[in-house]
């Protein structure tokens, strides 16, 4: 059995987080600095209340270097309707086999 604590045994990492100031959370930061994700594809998925991601993507990107960081999907956090019918089109948009 693998322990989910063990990055190295992934080539996918789903990265999801809410926008904190304009940016990404500390606890974000604190992950991608902790981890070797060197080869790796990260999948950003973003939630924001209004005014976009901000840098995260460059934040993400400047903690992770040696990953490759698809397009996000962002996600206003109060359009709760749409939720279900686009994170079903950008799943389908994901290149498979990641």
């Keep these: 059995a693998r322990n989910v604590a063990d990055i190295a045994a992934y080539d996918a990492v789903f990265l999801g987080f809410p926008i904190w100031g304009s940016s990404t959370p500390a606890t974000v930061r604190s992950f991608l ?7 790796k594809t990260l999948v950003p998925f973003i939630t924001h209340g209004g005014y976009g991601p901000g ?15 698809l ?13 279900l019918a686009r994170v079903t089109q950008w799943m389908a948009r994901i290149e498979a086999p990641l």
């Design 33 to 39: 600095s902790r981890h070797d994700l060197s080869g």
């Design 55 to 69: 840098d995260s993507l460059a934040v993400v990107a400047a903690h992770a270097p040696r990953a490759r960081v």
């Design 71 to 83: 397009d996000p999907f962002v996600l206003r956090a109060d359009q709760e309707r749409e939720t």
